[in-house]
């Protein structure tokens, strides 16, 4: 059967949607024993080629700058691997794309639909991508990730995302919140009162350990590896167990 589009929005630069991405596609690979693809759209830095350690040739411009038809084998053949199960998808700054690093996102939907096609789940790494595409990925997906910081900036762009969702045929129980590098102590804003003012039934935390992911970034790979008895991957571990759940025939 088709996989599962996972696609994972930042609220902000730097709230950690790069690291929520990696973790969770290492995740569901660990849980499920299945074929897994990281997509990186991020056109600034490569986030996710700078966070592995990883670089190549080809890359998701290349498939979004098609113009032949794009299907499974195009995927498979572009992407790299980086670990048994595990395969990346990287962005045209981590990949030698012709095209200055601009990208056609009318191919998205195709795109995304033939990487469904090859793979289980495909997380999508999307930062900095306009409302439009937003709302392009999450009408292809059963459920989004919407990763922000309890912060009023960043709950104020929460606020008025979900209405334009909504508008566009998306509601609320499709889109998963989550709430990074929360602490029990010192945080501007208190995950109750950041669920009341949203409006959201349920807010997904994941706790701050600057030393865990500092550690998984110096060497390249993710916290399951590097961290693996630390409370944070305890948090990642029980995000894809929910993702895991949301998806149709996805619980054991």
């Known amino acids: 059967r088709l996989g599962h589009v996972i696609p994972v929005f930042s609220c902000s630069g730097g709230c950690g949607a790069t690291t929520v991405t990696i973790n969770l596609a290492n995740e569901l690979k660990l849980a ?3 074929r897994v693809l990281i997509v990186d759209l991020d ?14 040739r080809y890359g998701i411009g290349h498939v979004l700058n098609r113009e032949a038809r794009i299907d499974s084998h195009l995927i ?18 981590s990949a030698d794309v012709p095209s200055g690093g601009l990208l056609n996102y009318g191919n998205l939907p195709a795109a995304a639909e033939a990487c469904r096609e090859a793979y289980d789940y495909v997380i999508i790494d999307a930062p900095r991508v306009t409302r439009d595409v937003i709302a392009d990925l999450a009408s292809t997906a059963r459920i989004s990730v919407v990763v922000f910081q309890l912060m009023v900036r960043d709950v104020t762009s929460v606020k008025s995302l979900l209405p334009f969702l909504a508008d566009r045929g998306i509601p609320q129980n499709r889109l998963l919140l989550l709430a990074s590098r929360t602490r029990r102590r010192g945080g ?20 701050s350990d600057a030393s865990a992911v500092i550690k998984s970034l110096n060497r390249g790979q993710p916290l399951a590896t590097v961290a693996r008895y630390s409370g944070i991957r305890r948090d990642y571990r029980r995000l894809a167990r929910r993702i895991h759940i949301y998806s149709p025939n996805g619980a054991h």
């Open 76 to 93: 498979e053949s572009t992407a790299i691997n980086y670990a048994e199960g595990l395969d990346i998808l990287l962005s045209p700054v």
């Open 188 to 207: 501007l804003l208190k995950l109750a009162d950041t669920r009341r003012a949203i409006g959201a039934d349920v807010l997904c935390p994941i706790r």
């Open 32 to 34: 499920t024993a299945k």
């Open 43 to 56: 056109v600034h830095y490569g986030s996710v080629g700078s966070y592995l350690g990883v670089s190549g």
